[in-house]
């Protein structure tokens, strides 16, 4: 059966003044205006539209593509706030409904939340929800996916608190990344790649940007070679710079990149003292 909030595949069975009726099995025929229909649209066409409510909470077609879909997270802006609740720019004619009762937060007109659609199942009717932790799975051994340290993950940043980041982790579960482990810019509603670091005992999920193994070790030392031929074999980015210079040149903690140094140092690849370090050229 067709469903609200996603693209069906429905034929053409009647054409209107206005546009054409698509045929949606129980849910009746659905209007599909001539403005929101593909070019050279006729009778017994099959046409991949997607189906939501208009203003007058009737069902209608669109070929045009939302900003988010149904059981999906997006990150979106408050257009209105009315006696019902906000109204976010979704990428169609009829703007989507964040109830009172489902915001977390009050929310205000021109910011940007992340949310979560979903179908009310009363109404039949699509609406959106900051209250994520509704929604989502916060342990990994819980329905819709379990998860492995090392996983690679799509990750959507959806709030920062006093510990780090929540991130929304293949749109199904909720994790953690710790601030002092973020060490590239990123603000709510960034959508990055990133890693499981750790399950908790709690099966909570904790996230991190990079793995410090064998290899991104050697990648490392790599790069501050290169960073210091760059710099004519000299550089005063030591193991006693402050934690932000180093993050931001080399996007790791001050104590990675000083095992970096210990290990260049007993290569014997470069000298160290307390305000430089120098390349040692063969």
């Not at 059981?71 to 979704?90: P, R």
């Not at 819709?144 to 993950?153: N, S």
Request: net charge neutral; proline share 4%.
């Amino acid at each position: 059966m067709p469903q609200v909030g996603k693209f069906n595949t429905l034929e053409v069975v009647n054409e209107v003044p206005f546009g054409f009726y698509l045929d949606a099995a129980e849910k009746g025929q659905i209007l599909l205006p001539t403005k929101n229909a593909p070019l050279g649209c006729k009778l017994g066409d099959k046409v991949n539209a997607f189906i939501y409510h208009d203003s007058d909470d009737r069902l209608i077609a669109t070929i045009k593509r939302p900003k988010v879909f149904v059981d999906h997270c997006a990150y979106l802006k408050v257009v209105s706030i009315t006696k019902v609740g906000a109204f976010l720019d979704w990428g169609l004619e009829k703007d989507l409904l964040v109830p009172f009762n489902e915001q977390d937060y009050p929310m205000s007109e021109g910011v940007s939340y992340v949310v979560y659609v979903f179908c009310d199942e009363e109404t039949g009717r699509l609406a959106a929800s900051t209250k994520l932790k509704d929604f989502l799975y916060e342990e990994s051994c819980e329905e819709g996916g379990t998860f492995e340290a090392k996983q690679e993950v799509e990750l959507l940043i959806c709030a920062k608190t006093d510990m780090g980041y929540k991130a929304i982790i293949n749109g199904s579960h909720l994790g953690l990344l710790f601030k002092d482990e973020v060490f590239q810019p990123i603000k709510v509603g960034h959508s990055v790649k990133g890693y499981i670091k750790r399950i908790r005992e709690d099966g909570k999920i904790d996230l991190c940007f990079q793995f410090h193994d064998p290899s991104s070790r050697n990648a490392l030392e790599e790069q501050i070679i290169e960073d210091l031929i760059a710099h004519e074999g000299l550089s005063t980015l030591t193991d006693k710079s402050p934690a932000d210079e180093i993050s931001k040149r080399f996007k790791v903690s001050k104590n990675v990149y000083k095992k970096a140094l210990g290990s260049l140092f007993k290569q014997k690849r470069i000298l160290l003292d307390k305000t430089k370090i120098t390349l040692v050229k063969k």
